[in-house]
């Protein structure tokens, strides 16, 4: 064909094929674009101008900065664009890339973009071909693909977290963390989940959190279904996407920053788990696939929720069944007979004290775990199921790996194969060794019930008697079967007021307990008392369920109390009134004086000399002596008068209502003459007197111990006074008796203080004049060198018992003495006091002796002076006791003679070496007729009985002449004629002097 022809087929086709071209261009969903080498738009399809909103615009010729102006939502693509042609001219071949073209309505356009730079010959740009073709759908298509696989990916990761052997909050702890981090959701990395609290199922607890804000931290610990936006989400059970707080629970943000929050509730079969909580910018978008892939991911979290509370109760259940079985000290065990392998639980080994780790034992070895007593009874056991098949339960003893013995209770069932063999036996053990124990303490119980000296009632809630012991039947009256069925109130008696009940009903109710006396009433009609403890049983739930009720009968005790409460207000030797119900009594008798203006007169009485008669007769006489005195006291005054013992030989006498004191008087008198009659103390008969002090309200004292105070002084003034009399209270005697007791106190310490001395009275023969002995005198002079009279201290000695100490003195002190003196004079002899309290004294001659020896004086130089009262009062003890002195060596002399009530059948009888004449008779001789007649039938009495005699009290020549014409040489004297008694020092220089008394008579004749 020729160029011309050729031409003119272009040409004509050229038209018809531009048409034809255009139309395909259009018809292509793809755009295409034709550009010039200067990037002038020569063509474009109507994909193209669609797009980029051109149609109708004449782009022709026009480059793309041109075109922006056409179209300025595009002006970015259109630069774009135009940059990208530059790049790809630049690189000289074809080039792709996607671009994404933002739609005016919203979204975008995903262009896959294809140039192809056209170039002339000489490398000028011709044109540019651009073809674009969307692939949004693809693009959206192949997100939808990852993000599923990204899912999927995130909910195995999730699904294997529960395969993990860790606890439910480290696996929730690890899930939120692989939550917070999907990459298509751009969660920001913090979050919670909140789990549905067990004890308030309509509250939500924080379980595990990730960076979660301190304020929400403090706020949201705990949330209540309807509160915030957890709360709203677990009520609903709907998700909630929305942004920020509602404007109540901004608060607990605590912060003014927005989030977008997502709320997911965690559902499992309707029932609401809990919630999460996540947190994205506040400019993202809640898109529906997103939240769907968060209700798959709430879903997964209440698996494994699901999951491992039920593996968490599954092990709480074991664990507890476990824990049961050790408790109740239960095992199990297996035996496979055909093998011989016997298995035991973790309870056997515990209940055996033994290693769980020993795998299975034969049948031999178990029989080892059994007590060798039980062994056969196991056995036989054993037999018996194999041969029969039946079930079996026995109990024996097992021996513990501590060699302790327990009691077992095993029971089991035996298996057969199919060929009827035996192929395993099984079943439980358990340890009742405490529950056999308590069946035992149950039956004891029960037997202490029984046997309780007790009463005991035991009722149901409503006080309905269920159960009574013998002891009630025996206290009570009442059989079981008369008492089962009724209330206690059977034993009511009218003793108590409805108000006593409805308050002891009270302190039950409040306390569980009330106890007290109480009066009931026996089946006999008598009422008693009794000592009532009623105490309430309560079941686990508090609830009574019984009331049990313990009492003793106090009717025995009442009496004793009787007895005691008169023995603490009695003297017990007299039945008389003790000093506490004589206060008493006088208390109340004031009170009646003081509205009624009566005297009350008490009368103080003491036993004059009384120890004497407890010191001679012993205490069993003085004690007889007492019960005389109360009875005679008793009959001098009316029967409603007070008599009253206040303590030993001490009596009192209340007269409430006197009004003549004269009365007093004829009282006093009366009582003091009950004492003129002897008293018969069986063995023997004595005579004693008493000294009588009277004291009367209101004019000696205002109360009780003043009253009677005072009349003890009267009392001991009338004492002083002499004794055998009555005294009336005077407010001087207050300081004498001051005086008494002060005395007393310096007497009883002046023994320490070395305050007694020892002076010495010689004794001279009357007929050589020489110094044949002494008489040793106790004198007191006080450390301010005071000398106090003996006539004011001895007395109080021998009262106070102080004598005996400082008789001990005199002796050790005169034996000493004597003993240096003996080496100037061999005839010296010491004469001692030995005063009537000394004389009674127990052991009295060994002690002496001991005294003597200890100093080393030889006995035969000691002589002791006793007084005629002191052997009169008891003669035959007063004899024996001389007898021992007697048989030690130690000589006797019978002091102030004739005064007293002398018994010359007595005197006969005792083992005395001298007769002392008082000086009582010396001092009117030879003036006196009666007083010489005394002596001289004394001197007489002595030398017909071969005694010893001394002369007491001799001061002038009369009496010496007088005493030496009585025809007894032997005789010594004794008085100031020659020498006053003196200091030791004195007397030593007085036998240094070796001189004779003149003791020669003037006239011989003399009468």
């Not at 203006?597 to 007769?617: A, E, M, R, T, Y």
């Amino acid at each position: 064909m020729s160029s011309q022809s050729s031409s003119i087929f272009d040409k004509s086709t050229s038209l018809h094929g531009e048409e034809l071209l255009r139309t395909l261009l259009n018809a292509m969903p793809d755009i295409v674009c034709f550009k010039d080498g200067n990037g002038r738009w020569l063509e474009a399809n109507k994909a193209d101008l669609e797009l980029f909103q051109l149609l109708g615009i004449d782009y022709v010729g026009k480059k793309d900065s041109e075109l922006a102006q056409f179209s300025p939502f595009y002006k970015g693509a259109f630069l774009s664009c135009e940059a990208s042609d530059e790049e790809s001219w630049k690189a000289g071949k074809p080039t792709q890339s996607e671009e994404i073209i933002p739609l005016p309505g919203g979204g975008s356009t995903i262009l896959d973009i294809h140039k192809i730079p056209l170039f002339h010959e000489n490398g000028n740009r011709k044109g540019l071909v651009v073809l674009g073709r969307d692939i949004t759908s693809q693009k959206k298509a192949e997100e939808e693909l990852k993000q599923r696989r990204w899912q999927e990916s995130a909910i195995n990761k999730l699904l294997r977290i529960g395969f993990r052997n860790v606890s439910l909050k480290e696996q929730l702890s690890e899930a939120l963390d692989i939550i917070v981090k999907l990459p298509w959701l751009h969660f920001l990395p913090r979050g919670g989940i909140f789990l549905i609290d067990k004890k308030e199922p309509e509250s939500l607890v924080l379980f595990v959190q990730k960076d979660m804000d301190v304020s929400l931290l403090k706020h949201c610990q705990t949330i209540r279904f309807g509160e915030c936006l957890c709360g709203i989400a677990a009520q609903k059970r709907e998700i909630i996407c929305t942004r920020g707080l509602p404007g109540k629970d901004q608060y607990r943000l605590g912060t003014s920053e927005k989030r977008h929050h997502y709320i997911i509730p965690i559902v499992h079969l309707e029932k609401v788990l809990g919630v999460l909580m996540l947190y994205v910018e506040v400019a993202h978008v809640c898109e529906d696939r997103h939240l769907n892939f968060m209700q798959v991911v709430a879903g997964t979290l209440a698996l494994l929720i699901e999951r491992q509370e039920a593996e968490d109760s599954l092990l709480t259940s074991k664990a507890n069944l476990t824990k049961a079985q050790e408790i109740a000290r239960l095992g199990y065990w297996e035996w496979f007979i055909p093998e011989n392998n016997l298995f035991f639980s973790d309870g056997v080994y515990r209940i055996l004290e033994r290693e769980s780790n020993q795998g299975v034992v034969s049948y031999n070895v178990f029989l080892k775990f059994v007590h060798p007593d039980d062994r056969q009874r196991v056995q036989d056991a054993v037999t018996h199921v194999l041969d029969t098949g039946e079930p079996f339960n026995i109990y024996y003893r097992v021996v513990t790996r501590h060699r302790h013995y327990l009691e077992v209770r095993v029971e089991g069932e035996i298996e057969y194969d199919t060929n009827g063999l035996p192929l395993r036996m099984f079943g439980t053990v358990q340890d009742v060794t405490l529950h056999r124990e308590r069946k035992k303490q149950l039956a004891l119980a029960a037997r202490v019930f029984e046997s309780s000296i007790e009463g005991i009632t035991i009722t149901d809630a409503s006080g309905i008697i269920q159960s009574v012991n013998q002891a009630f039947t025996h206290i009570t009256g009442y059989s079981r079967e008369e008492a089962v069925g009724n209330k206690p109130s059977i034993l009511k008696s009218d003793r108590h007021d409805q108000a006593f009940y409805q308050a002891m009903w009270s302190i039950l109710n409040d306390t569980g307990r009330w106890e007290g006396e109480i009066w009931n009433r026996r089946k006999n009609g008598e009422i008693y008392p009794e000592y009532l403890i009623i105490t309430a049983i309560t079941d686990e739930y508090d609830r009574v369920t019984n009331y049990v009720a313990v009492f003793h009968d106090l009717t025995e005790i009442r009496s004793y109390e009787d007895q005691i409460h008169f023995q603490a207000y009695h003297d017990a030797l007299t039945s008389l009134p003790n000093r506490f119900l004589m206060l008493d009594r006088l208390r109340v008798a004031i009170g009646h004086a003081q509205q009624s203006s009566h005297n009350v007169v008490v009368l103080c009485l003491d036993l004059d000399n009384f120890k004497h008669i407890n010191d001679s007769l012993g205490h069993m006489a003085g004690d007889f002596l007492l019960q005389q005195v109360a009875e005679r006291l008793k009959a001098c005054v009316e029967d409603d008068t007070t008599v009253a013992r206040l303590g030993g030989d001490d009596f009192a006498i209340l007269l409430e209502q006197c009004e003549d004191l004269k009365d007093v008087v004829v009282t006093a008198e009366k009582i003091l003459d009950q004492f003129t009659t002897s008293f018969n103390l069986t063995s023997y008969e004595t005579f004693i007197t008493a000294s009588i002090g009277i004291t009367s309200f209101p004019g000696d004292g205002r109360d009780a111990e003043t009253l009677l105070k005072n009349g003890e002084l009267a009392m001991y003034r009338a004492k002083i006074e002499g004794k055998n009399r009555y005294q009336f209270f005077t407010k001087g005697m207050n300081s004498k008796v001051i005086h008494r007791l002060s005395l007393e106190n310096r007497l009883r310490v002046a023994l320490d203080r070395e305050e007694f001395l020892v002076y010495y009275q010689p004794k001279v023969s009357i007929g050589s004049g020489e110094i044949l002995g002494m008489e040793a005198l106790i004198r007191w002079q006080t450390t301010d060198g005071q000398v106090i009279s003996p006539l004011d201290f001895v007395p109080l000695a021998e009262e106070t018992g102080l004598i005996v100490p400082i008789g001990e003195y005199v002796l050790r002190k005169a034996c000493v003495d004597t003993g240096k003196w003996l080496e100037k004079n061999k005839k010296l002899s010491v004469s001692v006091n030995l005063s009537a309290r000394q004389f009674m004294e127990k052991d009295l001659v060994g002690t002496l002796v001991a005294i003597v020896h200890e100093v080393g004086l030889p006995v035969a130089h000691l002589e002791l002076e006793i007084t005629e009262s002191v052997v009169m009062g008891n003669e035959q003890t007063a004899i024996k006791q001389l007898l021992e002195f007697k048989e030690a060596g130690i000589r006797l002399a019978l002091d102030d003679f004739g005064t007293g009530y002398s018994s010359l059948q007595y005197l006969r009888m005792m083992p005395i070496d001298t007769l002392k004449i008082d000086r009582s008779f010396i001092k009117d001789i030879p003036d006196n007729k009666d007083s010489s007649s005394i002596a001289t039938t004394i001197i007489s009495l002595a030398q017909a009985l071969n005694l010893e005699l001394v002369a007491e009290g001799v001061e002038n020549r009369a009496q010496l002449e007088f005493l030496s014409l009585q025809n007894s040489k032997d005789m010594q004297i004794q008085g100031y004629l020659f020498s006053p008694p003196l200091p030791d020092a004195a007397f030593s220089e007085l036998l240094n002097l070796n001189c004779p008394y003149d003791v020669v008579v003037s006239s011989p004749g003399r009468e």
